[in-house]
C-alpha cells in the first residue's frame, strides 16, 4: 500500500459526460501528479500541483482540469468525454516540488466511455 | 519533443537468469532516471533510480547504469525470480521545479519456471 488514494475505482460513463476523479496523497507529501495509461499510449504524465500551485504541464488536453485543493488532495475533472479518454488514470505524490523526489503511486482510477 | 525510447518491449527469460532493459531519452536536460515496476492491476513502484552524477548504483539484484554522453541507461536484474514477473518502465525526468518527467513505452517481463 503506497499511502496514496484514489476514487472510485471504476468509472463507466457516456461520451459527451463529465466526471471527476479524486486524489489523497500520502500523509506530508505536498506534491500531486496525475498520469494517464492506455494500451497504446503507455504511461503519459499530465500535470503536476506543489501545494496548491500547477508546478508543469504534460499532454494534458484543454478537455482536461486538475486542481490541488488546501488539504493537499486533488481532484481531475474530464469533460466533453470522447471514447479515446478510455483508460486508467493514476495519481501520484511526493514530498517534493522538483523531478527528483520518487513517487508514490495510488491504485488508480479505471475510466470506460461507452 | 523529449522521448524516451525503451527495449524491448517484452522479454521472456528462465528463471535464475538474467534480464536487461534499455532506455535512451533525447532531453539533455534530463537528470534523473527512475525505474518503475508494475504489477497486474496495481500502480507503478519505483524501484532503483540513478542520478546523473552517478554511472551505476546497485540494490540487491538490481542494478542501473547511466551513460550520459550516450544518453543510454539500463536497468539489469539478475538472478531472475518469478516475482519479477512484471511491467517494467523507465523514465526520464530533472530536478527542477517545472519539469515533466517522460516515461518509456515499457518492457512486459515473464520469468519461465
Known amino acids: 500500500d503506497s499511502g496514496v488514494t484514489q476514487t472510485p475505482k471504476h468509472l463507466i460513463t457516456a461520451t459527451g459526460q463529465r466526471v471527476t476523479l479524486r486524489c489523497s496523497p500520502r500523509?506530508?507529501?505536498?506534491?500531486v501528479y496525475w498520469y494517464q495509461q492506455s494500451l497504446d499510449q503507455g504511461l503519459q504524465f499530465l500535470i503536476q500541483y506543489y501545494n496548491g500551485e500547477e508546478r508543469a504541464k504534460g499532454n494534458i488536453l484543454e478537455r482536461f482540469s486538475a486542481q490541488q485543493f488546501p488539504d493537499l488532495h486533488s481532484e481531475l475533472n474530464l469533460s466533453s468525454l470522447e471514447l479515446g479518454d478510455s483508460a486508467l488514470y493514476f495519481c501520484a505524490s511526493s514530498s517534493g516540488e522538483g523531478g527528483g523526489y520518487e513517487q508514490y503511486f495510488g491504485p488508480g482510477t479505471r475510466l470506460t466511455v461507452t | 519533443g523529449e522521448n524516451v525510447e525503451q527495449h524491448p518491449s517484452t522479454l521472456s527469460v528462465q528463471e535464475g537468469d538474467s534480464a536487461v532493459i534499455k532506455c535512451t531519452y533525447s532531453d539533455s536536460a534530463s537528470n534523473y532516471f527512475p525505474w518503475y515496476k508494475q504489477e497486474l492491476g496495481k500502480g507503478p513502484q519505483l524501484i532503483i533510480d540513478?542520478?546523473?552524477?552517478?554511472g551505476e548504483k546497485k540494490d540487491q539484484r538490481i542494478a542501473v547504469t547511466l551513460n550520459k554522453t550516450a544518453k543510454h541507461f539500463s536497468l539489469h536484474i539478475t538472478e531472475t525470480q518469478p516475482e519479477d514477473s512484471a511491467v517494467y518502465f523507465c523514465a526520464a525526468t530533472s530536478y527542477s521545479s517545472a519539469s515533466k518527467i517522460i516515461f518509456g513505452s515499457g518492457t512486459r517481463l515473464s520469468i519461465r519456471p
Open positions: 500523509s506530508g507529501d505536498l506534491s
Open positions: 540513478i542520478r546523473s552524477n552517478v
